[in-house]
Nanobody, 126 residues
């Protein structure tokens, strides 16, 4: 079973930046997508960004131009650089991984993801 551990969350002022990290244990599969989801109080979990094992990426519209997802293959880690944060970005952020062969669009639905981290809190205050 793949283990995912998030880190890097915290509190930041509006307009500030944070970098989230997702460290993964050694995988037993070759094709996958790693994604970030977030869940605010009283709301459902929503897709934020994803990157595939081939390097393709996908972003939710509200974070385009502000967030960047990237991978360090040697460290088996995925990062989410978050800039220009606003209060609407406040949520628990989760790293997730799905088996993905690249034959279709990277999935956005939480149900497509097999492995999940425990989450890291991001709070943006004005």
């Amino acid at each position: 079973q793949v283990q995912l551990v998030e880190s890097g969350g915290g509190s930041v002022q509006v307009g500030g930046s944070l970098r989230l990290s997702c460290a993964a244990s050694e995988r037993t599969y070759s094709w996958y997508a790693t994604s970030w989801f977030r869940q605010a109080p009283g709301k459902e979990r929503e897709f934020v960004a994803a990157i595939s094992s081939r390097g393709g990426s996908l972003y939710e519209n509200s974070v385009k131009g502000r967030f960047t997802i990237f991978r360090d293959i040697a460290k088996s880690a995925v990062y989410l650089q978050m800039n220009s944060l606003n209060p609407e970005d406040t949520a628990v952020y989760y790293c997730a991984e799905a088996i993905y062969a690249g034959m279709a669009a990277i999935p956005r639905a939480p149900g497509a993801y097999r492995y999940w981290g425990q989450g890291t809190q991001v709070t943006v205050s004005s």
